[in-house]
């Protein structure tokens, strides 16, 4: 791996980590009652991620997989073919539109 790259990535995470740090100390300051109680709920908020997270990525498979279909696209092998070798943007964001649509839908038909 390249120095330079590891370097940044490392750097990056830094910051990630001391902006999140923040946040958490500036809002613990604000109200530490409301702290508690968001620390005390979240592994119910992880756990609902765990189980919506894979229910929803595989009906956005579906969504996504039927509409290239109805495009054309027999594969995979087809959608990166003319996206990169034939310089094509259209797919990638048909892909892209499709994903944010099913996910939007999926958040409106699923109320945990």
């Known amino acids: 791996m390249n120095k330079k790259i590891r370097q940044f990535s490392i750097?990056?995470?830094?910051?990630?980590?001391?902006i999140l740090l923040a946040g958490q100390g500036i809002s613990f300051l604000a109200s530490p009652n409301s702290w508690r109680g968001f620390v005390q709920v979240l592994p119910k908020i992880i756990s609902m991620i765990f189980f919506w997270g894979p229910i929803m990525a595989v009906i956005s498979y579906l969504f996504i997989a039927a509409a290239l279909r109805i495009l054309g696209f027999k594969s995979w092998e087809d959608l990166?073919?003319?996206?990169?070798?034939?310089?094509?943007?259209?797919?990638?964001?048909?892909?892209?539109?499709?994903?944010?649509?099913?996910?939007?839908?999926?958040?409106?038909?699923i109320r945990p």
């Open 80 to 109: 990166r073919r003319e996206s990169i070798e034939e310089n094509n943007p259209a797919p990638a964001i048909i892909f892209s539109g499709m994903l944010i649509a099913s996910v939007l839908f999926l958040l409106v038909v």
């Open 11 to 18: 750097g990056n995470l830094v910051i990630l980590i001391m």
